[in-house]
């Protein structure tokens, strides 16, 4: 059924007629252009679909945009401000935890949401949040240094 779904998307308010039943994953890429947000699995298993609602890390790809009515959604199109990367997308260019980059926004959404909670986890508790992020390149062990050193950098700075 269509309506109208008004939300907040990388810090602007927006406001879409369209089928309240279509995942969330699909009106970002297709009708919004935001293509940083990627189709893997369709299941929410893989997490290349990873985008955050009000801070929490979802599968865009398992939720309708009807469920995001009038809550914020960060992709990772909107996480670097002012032409400056969030430290934890620096952290990834720095550890070369990117190879081909398919996987690498939602590595970085998710990691975002755990060092929102937990601005200091554990090796296990790193490896615990990510281990449903498939990356088929292997960075695995570059993608936890990354996420290690983020959590360093950004220790006592307020996340956005």
Not at 13 to 32: A, G, N, P, Q
Not at 63 to 69: G, L, M, S, T
Request: proline share 2%.
């Amino acid at each position: 059924m269509r309506e109208n779904v008004s939300f907040k998307l990388n810090d602007k308010s927006i406001s879409l007629t369209v089928d309240s039943e279509r995942m969330l994953l699909w009106v970002l890429r297709s009708d919004l252009g935001l293509t940083g947000t990627k189709y893997g699995c369709g299941e929410g298993l893989c997490g290349a679909c990873t985008v955050l609602v009000d801070k929490r890390a979802v599968r865009s790809c398992r939720i309708a945009v009807r469920d995001v009515k009038a809550k914020e959604v960060l992709t990772i199109e909107g996480l670097a401000k002012n032409g400056k990367l969030h430290p934890i997308q620096e952290a990834f260019v720095k550890a070369d935890a990117l190879q081909c980059g398919f996987c690498t926004p939602g590595m970085i959404l998710d990691a975002y949401s755990l060092l929102s909670e937990n601005p200091q986890p554990t090796l296990a508790e790193i490896i615990q949040n990510m281990d449903y992020n498939l990356c088929r390149c292997g960075a695995h062990t570059r993608i936890i240094q990354a996420i290690q050193s983020a959590a360093n950098e950004m220790k006592g700075v307020e996340q956005r």
